[in-house]
């Protein structure tokens, strides 16, 4: 049961409910909080600090938006093996932190799909960055814990408070585990919008 001590969490999320809670016990951890656009207003709008995604990887958001978490301080960040000497090398090089929690929710893609007939509004509301950055964390689950539905926030809690800051392993190939099955709905979702 391998525990991963949480230091650096990235937040980006369209549905802002239960964001409170999470932030109060990231506080408790003395976790550092990345984010950007309307997140970033929403966790400084609660009193907490955060650093926008653009100063934290010295890049500014382009192509109206389409560019912000595509960068590779963020994805070396979650993508590194903790136990590869290479990686952390690598890491120490590049002056690249570890992020060791994502939380994430993807644009409303159904919601637009049912109420626009504007292809090109369609086409804006598909997410990259959220589920490459879902992807990734899921795929590196021994060392990221990935969050994709408000309803898991209470567990993250609850095993943040059980387990001191920590995740466990089964707990993290849980969530990477339903992380996929985000992914895999979403896509199915945008390739049936394409195929009518």
């Not at 950007?36 to 009193?47: R, V």
């Not at 049912?114 to 950055?133: C, H, Q």
């Not at 879902?134 to 994709?148: E, G, M, Q």
């Amino acid at each position: 049961m391998i525990e991963q001590k949480i230091k650096t969490a990235l937040i980006s999320i369209s549905d802002k409910n239960g964001l409170s809670e999470v932030l109060k016990t990231l506080n408790k951890y003395k976790i550092k909080i990345i984010s950007s656009g309307g997140t970033y207003k929403s966790i400084k709008g609660l009193g907490y600090q955060c650093t926008d995604v653009s100063s934290y990887t010295g890049f500014k958001e382009m192509l109206d938006g389409r560019v912000k978490t595509l960068h590779p301080k963020i994805h070396a960040g979650i993508l590194h093996d903790r136990s590869n000497k290479k990686h952390y090398s690598e890491m120490n090089k590049q002056k690249f932190p570890s992020i060791d929690l994502i939380i994430v929710n993807f644009y409303p893609f159904q919601k637009i799909v049912t109420s626009s007939k504007n292809d090109k509004e369609i086409i804006e509301n598909i997410d990259i960055g959220g589920p490459t950055m879902v992807r990734a964390a899921a795929k590196n689950f021994n060392n990221v814990i990935i969050i994709t539905n408000i309803s898991d926030y209470s567990d993250l809690i609850s095993e943040m408070e059980k387990n001191k800051g920590k995740t466990t392993l089964s707990f993290r190939e849980y969530m990477s585990s339903k992380a996929f099955g985000l992914t895999a709905y979403y896509d199915a979702m945008i390739a049936n919008w394409f195929n009518q």
